[in-house]
């Protein structure tokens, strides 16, 4: 409560001296008090003694902040004090002072003159403005009144208070008086000191005595009509509460309080930071004021049994030994090496370093290539605890960072959840799915996570719920998707990305044998005594009977042999079950799928692109056909935006080189050109299929055929040049398993060929080039005649690619057969 300010002309100054000063804590003196003073710090003693040595009268003032301990400026004082004369002094064996004071006067206070080893203050001295007109004579005679009603109604005064107030005839002193009440506040009783006019005095206090008769008789009704309307759960209440104080005479535990004396063992032995301690045992205090039947102390328990319950210190040792951790990396996983090598890297890092943050990681492939099987062989590597959280199709923040106390049920979000279910501090957490995380509004989790995954900010990660920090710094998280667009750019920025592009035809069948065999047959009940799988029917199983990326079909059609071996063991038979072609077709029924061959002969146009999708990397036919009309062309197979203006700068580029190319002019004025790619349900966007449309176009309208094992993908420009695109190894593994023995790529993709298996670039040839003129020369069966193409560079094989046509009445599509074409433009070839 701010002081009010004196009107003019209240003060009159006695005089201004210097007097030893005593700050006050919670308490203050008026003039005619008198009042013992307890006296502990230092500063307070030796003013008291300095006042008794000296016989003078000592400055009491009292401090604004409490709890303020070392005083050294006036404004940490109020300004306003009393004088007052020290009445005896005793000197106690703790240390402490103990003295009698009787206010004089109140005194204003100027300034300090010293503060060591005492506060020595210069002060002045004030009077009371005081009047005698008849407004004071009703003020003084309304406030008696008045306290005799206050009296009357249970205010905790003696009863004498009334007859010694009436007995007073001093305004000033009456107003005073009033302050002896202890409903009045340390804050209202200052504000009384330093209202040095008579009249606002008075009418400071008649205003709170007029508040208090208001709140007794208030009480007093309340009380009147509980105790008249005592039902039975008061009736209870009050034998409960007897039955309490009968158990603790008899030294038994109150069942609440026994409670919440285990509920502060647990907080003592959690571990906690001292923030967060400090924070649950305000809570049990909480808590133990409340009765136990209140729905609050169920909330409150809830709330203190998850902060226990977190592992703030407990940890897992790390393994350290890297030879050890790599043997269980290989044990549980065939290939993968750069994850592996990572992996080990940031274990050698940690024998070296202790206070290394955990990586951030992100692992991005198509299903069933083992992300998710990863990560458990990396904690049990690491020897720490693993836990799993799918991010698929959430839609609420709250799922990550929690609710907030004030609704009914709230708890803490999933990541607080499942690190106190690992039951240590430095679990591998792996976010499942994190490219399919939703938004509405009920808020965006991806942004909550930004937080989780920040190592610069996750050390002081704050559950809504639990409203302190949590340290995450320590977690390793790992995060899985199907596809890297899908995830905002601000989380993508704070993961380090690494791409499992997809399996070889060699790993699958690697797999197969070390993996995925012995675990089906132990799902089955079966031994090696019951079936025995030969290589050539896991060749053929790969090859004829799944088309993915990673290997989960694999398992399901191994387990569907399983299961008819199974039956045949269980019917009886001894015999052991050799799995070969001929077995292999018989349990899983003719293949469904081709290998070999793109195409069975060379197309006219037609050409077959590479193309990537959230299950991998596939083969994608292009189709144009030449008709009568006036439109430049019609585009079919909903195709979006990016691929309709790559096949406009494709077109644009032929219409610029006819010359070069053999078409004559008026083709294209009396020609229309229809573009389609089939399987017309999937929409389709991107410009790496600009140079497959366009060599499909220049087929079309030549009549040059397009070699029928050979696939491509490249951006085009409108100058005919051959831009680099993303998704190399999954594109190649997919021509790979199609049975394409070529594939065209950008020059500037040259870099990537790294991450492409050996086995595969012993099989496939690489055709790197940077212009369409290279592009159509390796691609056509013949080169147009006036086509100038430099040679282009072919990484792969010894051997070239077939030059033999396909029979001339193969090649079809509408168009005459094509002369007997010359060899493919060819270029320098290096053996991958």
């Known amino acids: 409560m701010a002081p009010r300010s004196s009107p003019a002309g209240a003060k009159t100054t006695v005089e201004a001296r210097s007097l030893p000063l005593v700050a006050l804590r919670e308490t203050v003196i008026f003039p005619e008090m008198i009042v013992p003073l307890q006296v502990g710090r230092d500063k307070s003693v030796q003013a008291l003694n300095r006042a008794v040595a000296d016989e003078s009268p000592i400055a009491l003032v009292t401090q604004r902040q409490a709890d303020r301990e070392d005083i050294s400026d006036p404004s940490e004082l109020y300004t306003v004090g009393t004088l007052a004369k020290i009445a005896q002094v005793v000197q106690l064996q703790d240390g402490t002072v103990r003295a009698i004071v009787q206010g004089q006067q109140r005194l204003r206070l100027v300034a300090f003159e010293s503060v060591d080893p005492f506060i020595l203050a210069r002060v002045e001295l004030v009077e009371d403005q005081a009047a005698t007109d008849i407004e004071i004579q009703a003020l003084v005679r309304s406030v008696q009144s008045q ?92 034998l409960r509460e007897q039955l309490k104080a009968i158990q603790r005479e008899l030294g038994e535990d109150d069942p609440q309080q026994a409670e919440i004396n285990e509920l502060r063992d647990k907080v003592e032995a959690a571990g906690m930071p001292e923030e967060t301690k400090a924070r649950a045992i305000k809570e049990i205090d909480r808590m133990s004021r409340i009765p136990s039947a209140s729905p609050e102390v ?100 709250a799922e990550i960072r929690g609710h907030r106390r004030t609704y009914i049920g709230a708890l803490p979000g999933r990541v607080i959840q499942n690190v106190k279910t690992a039951g240590s501090n430095n679990p591998v957490f792996m976010l499942d799915e994190v490219d399919k995380i939703g938004m509405d509004f009920r808020g965006d989790p991806s942004s909550a996570l930004l937080e989780v995954l920040d190592p610069e900010q996750n050390s002081t990660f704050q559950d809504n719920y639990l409203e302190v920090a949590f340290d995450l710094s320590k977690v390793l998280f790992i995060a899985t998707g199907n596809l890297i667009d899908p995830i905002p750019p601000a989380l993508r920025d704070r993961m380090e990305v690494i791409q499992l592009p997809g399996y070889t035809q060699q790993e699958k069948i690697e797999i197969g044998k070390r993996f995925l065999i012995p675990k089906q047959m132990e799902n089955h009940g079966l031994k090696a005594k019951h079936i025995q799988f030969t290589d050539e029917a896991m060749v053929e199983l790969v090859q004829s009977y799944t088309k993915e990326a990673g290997v989960r079909n694999i398992e399901r059609e191994i387990a569907n042999v399983m299961r008819k071996v199974a039956r045949q063991v269980a019917e009886g038979r001894k015999r052991k079950i050799v799995v070969d072609r001929k077995r292999l077709l018989e349990f899983l029924g003719p293949p469904r799928f081709e290998y070999g061959e793109l195409e069975t002969e060379d197309q006219t146009g037609a050409a077959t692109g590479l193309v990537v999708t959230e299950v991998g990397g596939d083969v994608v036919a292009v189709e144009v056909t030449r008709m009568e009309g006036k439109e430049d062309f019609i585009l079919t197979g909903q195709l979006g935006e990016v691929m309709k203006e790559s096949a406009r700068a494709g077109l644009s580029w032929i219409r610029a080189h ?38 499909a176009m220049v087929s079309a309208l030549t009549g040059i055929p397009v070699r029928k094992d050979l696939a491509m993908t490249g951006e085009i420009t409108l100058r005919g040049r051959v831009l680099p695109i993303g998704g190399l190894k999954s594109k190649i593994l997919a021509a790979h398993l199609s049975g394409a023995r070529a594939v065209i790529l950008p020059q500037k993709n040259e870099k990537d060929l790294r991450d492409i298996p050996e086995e595969i670039r012993k099989q496939i040839k690489l055709i790197l080039v940077d212009s369409m003129d290279q592009v159509l020369a390796n691609a056509l069966r013949r080169k147009p005649v006036a086509l100038k193409a430099p040679p282009a560079e072919i990484i792969g094989p010894g051997d070239q690619l077939d030059d033999r046509p396909s029979a001339p009445d193969k090649v079809t599509r509408g168009f005459p057969p094509a002369e007997q074409p010359p060899a493919a433009a060819s270029g320098r070839t290096i053996t991958g």
């Not at 006019?197 to 009704?221: H, M, N, P, W, Y």
């Not at 043997?327 to 370093?353: C, P």
């Not at 020609?671 to 999937?682: D, E, F, R």
């Open 147 to 238: 306290i005799e009603q206050y009296v009357a109604s249970g205010a905790p005064v003696p009863p004498e208070a009334a007859v010694a107030a009436r007995n007073i005839t001093e305004p000033g002193l009456l107003a005073d008086m009033v302050a002896y009440s202890p409903d009045m506040s340390t804050e209202q009783r200052q504000e009384l000191l330093e209202t040095l006019d008579v009249t606002e005095r008075l009418k400071l206090v008649s205003g709170f005595l007029a508040r208090q008769i208001e709140i007794l008789e208030l009480k007093g009704r309340i009380q009147s009509e509980v105790k008249s309307e005592m039902d039975k759960t008061q009736r209870e209440y009050i």
């Open 658 to 695: 006819a010359a070069e190319l053999g078409i004559a002019r008026e083709t294209f004025e009396k020609n229309t050109l229809h573009i389609h790619v089939p399987a017309g349900a999937i929409p389709k966007d991107g410009p790496s299929a600009g140079i497959t449309m366009a060599t």
């Open 298 to 397: 169920g909330v409150i328990r809830t709330y203190v049994d998850w902060l226990v319950g977190l592992p703030w210190n407990v940890s897992t040792d790390d393994n350290l030994d890297i030879k050890k951790a790599a043997l269980i990396l290989d044990e549980d996983h065939y290939g993968l090496e750069k994850i592996k090598e990572r992996i080990l890297e940031y274990l050698s890092v940690r024998t070296l370093a202790d206070t290394i943050r955990s990586p951030i990681l992100a692992f991005v492939g198509p299903p069933g290539v083992g992300k998710t099987s990863l990560g458990k062989s990396i904690a049990r590597a690491m020897d720490r605890k693993f836990v799993r959280m799918s991010l698929g199709g959430i839609h609420d923040e």
